[in-house]
């Protein structure tokens, strides 16, 4: 039998021996957890909203592969939910806890509190109070186990007390250990049965015109290397979803870029031109397949994943194989041998993708202001260490970063929103807790920025050296497109809706005493990149642009 301990110590000692480094959290929440884990070497991280706490956790998660704790009281809980939108939907496993008010408080109109249960109940795998202290260690091992599970996803204990001081109070004997492993994501690596690995090499050989998509869970697997053998062998161009954008080096011959509504043309071409795709830890939804027109819905499919549910769930010609991606492609690779194949379809891709990228070169080079964004985008590429963490806002911050940034060392790491605006700046400084000396940087437009511009003031109180680069153009930019369509493109009809601004967000950054560099001219980003790296503290680099320009749009099959 081991000590009995309050809940609280309990807490502490169990996170604290995980080896996690970091936690989030708004007051008024958890003091003595949090102070006992101060003790311990564990930052606890204040923050100024729920939301940005839960995306610092969500950032954390996501480059430490192992579970970010987020934390709220009691009326706090429906911020704090809203945070986890992202986490579910980016599949990343953030605990929240939150306090809530005791048995005696409930159904009798209490001060501050709603059910937390339905909050939580769309943004999480697994949902449950805490009464007792008992309780804990059983519920936060299941918690635990449950967000590092496949499919990874956020999970929540609710605790008893309005600030969880119930669950701090009360004592338990349970043993310390949260997981008797201690593995990244993920942590298990089945592969799939031989039969239906079999089946699937002789189905891919036999196809000429076949392309590969790997999607965020062959990123999670670090399926990299398997991939491109496999594609190699197999002569087929490799698109990807955003979120694995990088998972081959982007510049190989056989990368033909992000597919889907968020890409530029050629992935979305060629995919649409194979004869049957190889989908490859990929969730076949609306952003990676255009609504299901790339590939057309009735392509044969084969598809790799660890959750069996995925298979076939939007495509009814679907092979399915159960596994992790890493493992099981390894094993493909293998069964998949050296066969002899035509190569007209990889050369086809070949040149589609070189076509774009010289469409591209004189946005890349242009030398004037306004600043191109595509110019931004190739200085980024430049200035990224090859073990840098980019980590990209939603929408055109997706779209700028997914088709004009090139990942080209298998070091770097790429994280993206998987909708929720704003979620880029917490997400990065909870990423650059997690990252130890691998540089971050942040891309964000200016509406993205507003959202939690208040943790500058963490970052700066942290001294959190994340690099926050702002496509400064003076309103919702990619939101243009779609307001002049509804206002029948008569200037200036609808733009109050998306426009704001402007700011100087080098001088907001000064106000809360972060280094802050305005770039005005596109010489300007290089000297300013460099510098922002090289500082040892957080940095502001605001760049501006101007609202007009319109990002790469997604090629789309001829009705
Ligand atoms: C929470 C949330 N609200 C609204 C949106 C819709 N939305 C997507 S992109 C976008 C505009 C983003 O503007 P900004 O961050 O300035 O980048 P820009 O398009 O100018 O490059 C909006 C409003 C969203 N994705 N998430």
């Not at 006992?36 to 909203?49: E, M, R, T, Y």
Request: glycine letters at 8%.
């Amino acid at each position: 039998m081991a000590d009995t301990l309050n809940g609280y110590e309990w807490l502490a000692r169990a996170f604290a021996g995980t080896g996690m480094t970091h936690v989030f959290f708004v007051e008024s929440t958890m003091r003595r957890t949090l102070l006992a884990l101060s003790d311990l070497g564990v930052k606890p991280i204040l923050g100024h909203s729920e939301k940005a706490a839960a995306y610092m956790a969500d950032g954390y998660a996501r480059v430490a592969m192992r579970p970010g704790i987020c934390m709220a009281q009691s009326v706090g809980a429906a911020n704090l939910a809203s945070g986890l939108q992202d986490a579910y939907l980016g599949h990343s496993p953030v605990i929240a806890l939150t306090g809530r008010k005791e048995p005696s408080f409930q159904h009798r109109n209490s001060y501050q509190e709603i059910a937390h249960a339905p909050l939580f109940s769309a943004v999480t795998k697994f949902s449950t109070p805490v009464d007792t202290t008992a309780e804990l260690p059983r519920l936060l091992r299941h918690a635990w186990r449950s967000a590092l599970a496949d499919p990874v996803r956020p999970t929540h204990l609710d605790l008893n007390g309005l600030q969880g001081d119930v669950i701090e109070l009360g004592q338990t004997s349970a043993p310390l250990e949260l997981e008797t492993e201690a593995r990244r994501i993920p942590v298990h690596r089945p592969v799939a049965d031989d039969r239906d690995i079999e089946a699937a090499a002789k189905i891919l050989s036999s196809t000429r015109r076949l392309a590969i998509v790997a999607g965020d869970g062959a990123a999670a697997s670090g399926a990299g290397p398997q991939i491109l053998a496999l594609a190699e062998a197999l002569a087929a161009p490799v698109a990807t979803t955003l979120g694995a954008r990088g998972i081959i080096p982007t510049r190989h011959r056989l990368s033909v870029g992000v597919a889907g509504s968020y890409s530029a043309p050629p992935a979305n071409r060629i995919v649409h031109g194979a004869d049957l795709v190889l989908f490859i830890g990929c969730d076949t939804g609306d952003q990676v397949t255009l609504n299901w027109t790339i590939p057309p819905i009735e392509t044969r499919i084969v598809q790799i994943d660890a959750d069996p549910m995925e298979l076939g769930r939007s495509y009814p010609n679907t092979t399915g194989l159960v596994g992790d991606p890493k493992a099981t492609v390894a094993r493909l690779v293998q069964v998949v041998g050296r066969p002899d194949r035509d190569r007209a379809f990889v050369d086809e891709a070949e040149r589609i993708v070189a076509d774009w990228r010289e469409s591209m070169t004189p946005f890349i080079q242009k030398n004037t202001a306004p600043i191109a964004v595509e110019r931004l985008c190739a200085e980024i590429t430049k200035a990224l260490p090859a073990d840098g963490v980019l980590v990209a806002d939603t929408g055109y911050s997706g779209i700028w970063t997914g088709t004009m940034i090139d990942l080209d060392t298998t070091g770097q790491t790429y994280l993206r929103a998987a909708g929720s605006l704003g979620w880029a700046f917490p997400a990065s400084l909870g990423a650059k807790c997690a990252a130890g000396d691998r540089k971050v940087v942040c891309f964000t437009g200016d509406g993205g920025f507003y959202y939690h511009l208040a943790e500058l003031e963490s970052a700066r109180r942290y001294q959190i050296p994340a690099v926050v680069v702002v496509n400064n153009n003076s309103g919702f930019g990619q939101n243009l497109t779609g307001v002049r369509r509804i206002s029948g493109n008569r200037p200036n009809r609808g733009e109050e809706l998306i426009r704001f601004g402007p700011t100087d967000f080098a001088k907001v950054a000064a106000s809360f005493g972060v280094r802050g560099i305005r770039v005005e001219e596109p010489g300007r980003i290089a000297p300013a990149l460099a510098e922002a790296l090289a500082a040892n503290e957080p940095v502001v680099v605001d760049v501006v642009t101007d609202l007009e320009p319109r990002a790469p749009e997604a090629w789309s099959p001829p009705r």
